[in-house]
């Protein structure tokens, strides 16, 4: 990653990588921003859709091809990549993986106000099909939305507030890590090969045009998504000076509009209709340690449901003597009910969406 505290010389010649809106490849401009160069086509993001619906197709034949279930799956298209070019966050998880080593970690709405922010390199911001890349660059953190018309600064002082004003209008937000595996800004911009000139521009540039994420009109709710009007390019934020008063008002007034913490109880909702959003989550349970086979369920939920809806699923399949502690094992993933309680987090923002294979591990 690039160095903390840089000379204003330097800092003035750096470069920063912008990548705009095309079609639905918000996906694909998202990671390239990130990453701050051209690393993946959206051939190179199709490749791993097409690996990810191959192992999935395995895993929901290896409980049978005669199954309802089964061939509602194989009747389907693609789970990870629709036909306008959205990847699914799986695959974007997979594409840093591989590529840099880096990780997705979601971040709880009430997780986001205890984290020391300040202290990470980059943010992934996600709202239904769109998502976008907040980075640190020459100290700086830079909000590189593909819907902008160029970078906007976001102060260090306004970070928090930016996020948790998300976080408020519905997105989920991811820190990746760790810091260290981004790689740097291109040397020299354009010649460096590594995107389109007209993505390139120059901190001292974008300065001059004072592009800043932030306003007290934003604040005042006037737009309360600040992509709802993606398509038409809106910004968070009429561009101008970042001005202390006015960002300290908008801190103030955004933290005395969080919610409260207080979590409802969790409770499962009735499948989704025809029609409906929805994922579908497999569950292999062990047997009873009589020697019998797995018991294997299927079951569709709202994409939006508490994860914690899985255990409650999964205890109603129990019999009353086996009513005893487990952790649920998605991938490498290792879940526990408590946490997802307190977190909150959605079936979405773990990934486990549009269709999942997890197993109950008991205690």
């Not at 911009?189 to 540039?205: K, Q």
Request: glycine share 8%; net charge negative; proline share 6%.
């Amino acid at each position: 990653g690039l160095p903390e505290v840089l000379s204003s010389a330097s800092m003035a010649d750096g470069w920063v990588y912008h990548e705009r809106q095309e079609s639905a490849l918000c996906g694909q401009h998202c990671l390239n921003n990130l990453l701050q160069g051209t690393y993946f086509s959206p051939g190179d993001l199709a490749d791993i859709a097409a690996e990810m619906d191959r192992l999935e197709r395995q895993m929901m034949l290896e409980m049978g091809d005669a199954t309802p279930e089964a061939l509602k799956f194989l009747a389907e298209d693609s789970g990870n990549v629709d036909e306008s070019g959205n990847f699914s966050i799986q695959v974007l998880k997979r594409a840093l993986e591989r590529s840099h080593e880096l990780v997705l970690d979601h971040v709880g709405a009430t997780s986001l106000e205890g984290q020391d922010l300040l202290s990470h390199d980059a943010f992934i911001c996600n709202k239904s099909n769109h998502w976008f890349t907040v980075r640190k660059l020459y100290g700086l953190y830079w909000n590189l939305n593909s819907m902008l018309e160029r970078p906007e600064k976001v102060s260090d002082f306004y970070l928090s507030a930016f996020l948790m004003q998300l976080q408020a209008d519905g997105y989920d937000v991811f820190i990746v890590s760790p810091g260290a595996n981004l790689p740097d800004p291109p040397h020299g911009g354009p010649e460096a090969g590594m995107g389109a000139a007209s993505c390139f521009h120059t901190v001292s540039s974008l300065s001059r045009s004072g592009s800043t994420a932030g306003s007290s009109t934003a604040a005042a709710g006037e737009q309360k998504d600040p992509w709802a009007m993606a398509g038409e390019g809106q910004r968070l934020a009429p561009a101008q000076d970042a001005d202390y008063d006015e960002n300290l008002e908008l801190a103030i007034s955004l933290s005395l509009a969080q919610p409260s913490h207080g979590r409802a109880p969790v409770s499962m909702r009735p499948e989704p209709g025809a029609g409906e959003a929805s994922t579908r989550i497999q569950a292999r349970i062990p047997s009873a340690g009589d020697g019998g086979p797995p018991k294997r369920v299927t079951r569709r939920f709202h994409p939006d449901e508490p994860a914690a809806v899985l255990f409650i699923w999964i205890e109603e399949q129990l019999d009353q003597s086996r009513r005893r502690p487990f952790r649920l094992s998605f991938s490498t993933q290792i879940f526990d009910k408590a946490d997802l309680l307190a977190t909150g987090e959605s079936l979405t923002a773990l990934g486990l969406v549009p269709s999942a294979a997890v197993t109950a591990q008991f205690s």
